[in-house]
């Protein structure tokens, strides 16, 4: 059975696994993403992929890393991921690889992915949204996910939450990344978002709750997934 390199790029972690065709992931690992430099993240990256894939025949590898990123991930530039701006990570992975590589927002794969096997099955108007490191979205509607003219739509992240709020990495202020994002919550409390009040975690969702219920309201959504360590960690 053909079987994929499916990659998770996040700020705190990059996760790599080995999926089939029916969603069944047979291998699954993981590297620290923070504390390294743009080049060895890449070549952490590499070696973490290469010793998942093993010598299983692999058709293709798919990539899920924060944005803004240029049109089909050519180019990628993830607020929470410092070291690399403008970094050609497609086709240095394809090079590395030797296989088709496929990269894209990482909630726009979380998106697809609940769309599939998850918690949005048989829906064909909804959000998926990640709370961890930072807070990303990607949107179906009829179906179908939602690119934009830059391929960065459906980032909830940065709508605004809080008027003349925190400064946003994106540089707004008041971001919800920047108000209710795992580092934003450590940064205004010097603790993790595990160990955060009562208080805390009442704020970080009001805020979440307010912006998928905008967006909802707007498009007229069926439902919301939200995921990721900050959500499932309260």
Not at 19 to 32: I, K, L, Q, S
Not at 158 to 169: M, S
Request: net charge negative.
């Amino acid at each position: 059975m053909d079987q994929v390199l499916a990659v998770d790029i996040g700020g705190t972690k990059s996760a790599v696994a080995l999926v089939d065709r029916e969603g069944t992931v047979h291998a699954r690992d993981e590297v620290p993403t923070a504390g390294t430099d743009g080049e060895d993240l890449f070549a952490n990256l590499v070696g973490l992929a290469e010793r998942v894939r093993g010598d299983v025949p692999v058709v293709a590898c798919g990539v899920g890393c924060g944005g803004p990123m240029g049109p089909g991930g050519e180019l990628v530039s993830p607020l929470n991921i410092t070291q690399w701006r403008d970094f050609p990570l497609r086709e240095r992975l394809r090079s590395s690889l030797g296989i088709p590589v496929h990269v894209d927002n990482d909630a726009k794969a979380l998106a697809l992915g609940e769309g599939w096997r998850g918690a949005a099955r048989g829906e064909a108007d909804y959000l998926a949204m990640v709370v961890s490191t930072g807070v990303g979205g990607g949107v179906v509607l009829d179906g179908r996910l939602l690119d934009g003219a830059s391929g960065n739509a459906g980032h909830i992240g940065h709508v605004n939450a809080v008027p003349d709020g925190r400064r946003c990495a994106c540089g707004a202020h008041g971001c919800l990344e920047a108000e209710a994002s795992g580092t934003a919550i450590a940064a205004v409390t010097g603790m993790s978002p595990r160990e955060a009040s009562l208080e805390v975690r009442r704020r970080t969702g009001t805020l979440v709750g307010r912006a998928v219920g905008s967006i909802a309201s707007l498009l007229d959504l069926q439902l919301a997934c939200v995921a990721g360590s900050v959500a499932l960690g309260f």
